[in-house]
């Protein structure tokens, strides 16, 4: 008998990110779930991630709303959402209460397993919540940002992978946000965190440069217990490998995942008018189906390359663009060696993009970047030396403690912000994440007009970030600047690309954000 591979689909939450910027909507996804809760998966991941912010701000639909709903059809297979650690599905760390409080609620409106990671792979961001999934009887998956450098090994990763099994970590999962795995790095990546703990191990990547499916099978060779894919009408790109080839390539083996390629194909063509849908009303574009090669040149993500040009073209400097792809690495060094994910991706390379246009290395230094190295979102990889750190701060001493510790309890503050919109317990933990959003989402709920139809694509483009900065709508720039240079997952334009972001110049960014 061989070993059976755990499939996690990821069509209800991470293939719509990455390819349509979160925009399926729940009644798209409701009539399906009962033929994918009956695949034999190992997992649906539904929910976490930027369907959260989506739901509300763009769909005037409520994500607690969402996943019980899904939770009531899907009887059979357990549930799983991606959590950014102390930043839950948020733009800022919260205190330990809010983190908690989000957990016990998530698990009690029905998920089973939660994906925790930090953009800086410091454990002491993920602790917190990956005790109180285990304190509310869920299962918690700490998640290892994988990246480049020469700081990270083979050595580094599996150290981290130890540390996240002895928080109580009921399994791992290496996350390859940007598509960087490939095949034989894999095969020995595996081999490490196989051969250091002794709980199971998934992997998680995109298909962005072209190597995912490849990946995929040398790390089934290597020992892999579970990996994610995407139904293939939604698949490939910047999503996830497709699910049916994978199944079809291990069937008969000793890898054979127990699927079944005919129920497969009937979970295909329900999603395929969908597809043709979304790219006819220009949602889903084409060329993110396509391959980025230059996500391995670089190692750096596909659609922080796009946005860094389109950074370029706003300051009339595009002839500066390999000059900024050469300094995106410089920037990555100093900083600490950071994987390219939300936030740091932003952080990194608009901070390249500064140092190149002002012709001085940190003359300019967005708040962001001055957070980077003070400490505010955690311990970077390898040290920031003392120089850059007294360039930055200056007499400011960083912060060495976990950054939570210098945060006071929230919830009863926020409790009583919001007491005349309260209409079930999860509003306040909404309200937490996302407040001005939050708050005007309520006030629709309220006076009954949710059901309105909701802002076109075609509108969202007119309403790039500038407009946000201008209006001193800090959650909502903090939003975009968050999600838009570097996709959450794996390297697309982001969550946010169609609220405009390409369109604003860093000398815009830079005076926002040190307003």
């Keep these: ?53 989506s739901c509300i701000r763009f769909l005037n ?33 919260y205190a330990d209460d809010v983190v908690e409080y989000f957990v016990q609620k998530a698990i009690a409106n029905g998920m089973d397993i939660i994906r925790i990671f930090d953009a800086l792979n410091d454990p002491r961001n993920i602790e917190t919540a990956i005790k109180a999934c285990i304190k509310e009887g869920g299962h918690a998956q700490a998640a290892i940002c994988y990246t480049t450098s020469p700081f990270h090994s083979l050595e580094q990763f599996a150290k981290d992978a130890k540390i996240l099994e002895d928080m109580g970590a009921h399994s791992i999962c290496i996350k390859d946000m940007a598509g960087l795995l490939k095949p034989f790095d894999a ?61 079809a390539s291990l069937e008969g083996t000793e890898y054979d995942t127990g699927l079944d390629l005919v129920k497969l194909s009937e979970i295909a063509e329900y ?15 084409t060329k993110m189906l396509g391959v980025d090669a230059n996500a391995l040149i670089y190692q750096v993500p596909g659609g922080m390359l796009s946005n860094l040009v389109s950074q370029l073209k706003q300051a009339n400097a595009l002839d500066k663009y390999e000059e900024v792809l050469k300094e995106v690495p410089r920037v990555r060094e100093d900083f600490g060696f950071p994987p390219l994910v939300t936030p740091s991706s932003q952080i990194v390379g608009t901070q390249a993009v500064f140092n190149v246009l002002t012709g001085e290395r940190y003359k300019m230094v967005p708040k962001e970047s001055k957070g980077i190295v003070k400490g505010e979102y955690g311990r970077t990889p390898a040290a920031i030396s003392a120089e850059l750190t007294k360039k930055i701060l200056g007499d400011e001493e960083p912060i060495t403690c976990r950054p939570a510790d210098l945060i006071e309890p929230e919830l009863h503050t926020i409790r009583e912000k919001i007491t005349e919109y309260i209409q079930q317990d999860e509003d306040v933990l909404t309200y937490a994440l996302l407040p001005q959003v939050a708050e005007k989402f309520f006030k629709a709920r309220k006076e009954g007009t949710l059901n309105a139809p909701a ?45 405009g972001f390409r369109q604003v110049s860093p000398w815009v960014l830079y005076e926002r954000l040190n307003r």
């Design 61 to 93: 639909e409520d994500p607690w709303d969402r996943l019980r709903k899904i939770k009531d059809k899907a009887k059979k297979t357990p549930l799983q959402m991606l959590l950014r650690g102390q930043n839950l599905l948020g733009y800022r760390h």
């Design 455 to 499: 802002a076109p694509v075609v509108e969202a483009k007119a309403a790039p970030a500038e407009k946000a900065a201008a209006e001193g709508d800090d959650e909502e720039l903090v939003a975009v600047l968050s999600a838009a240079v570097a996709a959450t997952e794996g390297g697309a334009p982001s969550d946010y690309r169609i609220t």
């Design 271 to 285: 999603f395929t008018p969908f597809r043709e849908k979304w790219i006819k009303e220009g949602l889903l574009d």
């Design 1 to 53: 008998m061989g070993k059976r591979i755990g499939i996690t689909e990821t069509i209800l939450r991470d293939a719509h990110q990455s390819l349509i910027a979160t925009r399926m909507r729940t009644e798209v996804m409701l009539p399906i779930i009962e033929k994918l809760d009956d695949i034999g998966y190992h997992s649906l991941e539904a929910w976490g991630g930027a369907t959260f912010d």
């Design 187 to 247: 095969y020995n990546l595996v081999k490490a965190i196989k051969e250091t703990v002794k709980i199971p191990v998934q992997l998680h990547t995109h298909y962005t440069s072209g190597v995912a499916s490849m990946t995929y099978i040398k790390a089934i060779e290597a020992g892999v217990d579970v990996v994610d894919t995407a139904i293939s009408p939604m698949a490939l790109g910047t999503s996830q490998p497709p699910t049916e080839p994978l199944v």
